[in-house]
């Protein structure tokens, strides 16, 4: 099969946890990283998931609301839990979703699509540690 390019980055790591991730193929993004059990500054891998999720995640929810007709109003929180597992770490993943402006069957439905359509949900949700739900607020 073959793809269409859409769009290409490159991002690189050269100090590991504690350092710096950067693109490479453009000046747009340079985070500062640590951590998430120290107090060094900088964000951490469960933080670039979450925010990579929920903003994957609400874009299309956005697209599917407009497919619709409808304003967008939607918000998606992303929870990312590290834990042990029996050969090293791994992480606990929920994203909650609320859509506020439509039924709860319609918010259903909609959820249903857009978990098929949004490019990080599908690397995601074929592991059972990843879970979307949709609710009336956030409660972690």
Sequence with gaps: MTRERLYHTEVENVTGLSGHVKTVTSDDLDVLTSGPLNDEPGTN??????????????????????????????????????????????????????????????????????????????????NDNVNIVLVDEFSF
Excluded: W
């Design 45 to 126: 891998p469960e933080q670039l998931l979450a925010a990579s999720f929920a903003t994957c995640l609400n874009a299309t929810i956005e697209a599917e609301e407009k497919r619709r007709q409808l304003k967008h109003e939607s918000v998606v929180r992303v929870g990312v839990d590290m834990g042990y597992d029996t050969k090293g770490f791994q992480f606990f993943v929920q994203a909650q979703v609320i859509i506020p402006h439509v039924s709860q069957q319609e918010a259903t439905d909609m959820l249903d699509i857009v978990a098929q359509r949004c490019p990080v949900s599908k690397l995601l949700v074929s």
